[in-house]
């Protein structure tokens, strides 16, 4: 670039600007966004994310995903991860193509992360999920193409004290969800479980609980959402969200709570109690 000599930043790097990163690109190197390529002609198949299944409880936010990957009738990865930390007080779940989904995160998380060194705040977490809607909409032809993403948002609000879920379509739209919201192939069956299971003031053991029912339904009755695999050990990938952060479920109480559902419904797999 010009104006770049010994030692010092191109031009573009010191320019008075907006404070978002995606907009830094689409001026300077728009080949980096996602929705910038260019695509083959036909069909392209890649692999698909599944199911994602996100709900409150008293003291924050939990989100969890299953861990397959299909392509097709084909699994394509067994372990995917899905649900990752946006930046310190919000998370994002994935489903769709799962190639592109995950650049999206990446750039949101670079997003997130330029608005604060540029700011010297934190973006309010209604910013925060208006910034993915501006995100999605730009993938609009992409999904117009069959490659869609569509991530479902949430985070503690520090100022409302309390978790919050975002939820979108392919054309960038954002709605906020109340207590629970499920996305992906086995939303439909993991919705009819946060329905019957969620209740107010839930506490941190029982939301995993929930969130854990919830997948195991949608596995049950949706090909492309795996199940907790106690032969390999791959357990769905659960965040929590509180006033002190982003915090992830360690194995070893995943585990727990994935045999208690299983023994739960050993004889009795439709659930009923």
Known sequence: MSGRGPGRLPDAFRAPGSSSF??????HAPDLLPSRRTLPKGPVDAPHGTTIVTLTYAGGLLMAGDRRATMGNIIANRDMEKVFAADDFSVIGIAGTAGLAIELVKLFQVELEHYEKIEGALMSLEGKANRLATMIR???GMAMQGLTVVPVFGGYDLDASQGRIFSYDVTGGCYEEHDHHTIGSGSLFARGSLKKLWRPGLDVDQALH????????????DSATGGPDLTRRIWPTVAYVEAHGVRFADEPAVHAAVEDVVAARTGNPGGAR
């Open 22 to 27: 995606t907009e830094f690109l689409g001026v």
């Open 138 to 140: 730009g993938n609009l």
């Open 210 to 221: 929930v969130a854990v029912e919830a997948l195991y339904d949608a596995a049950d009755d």
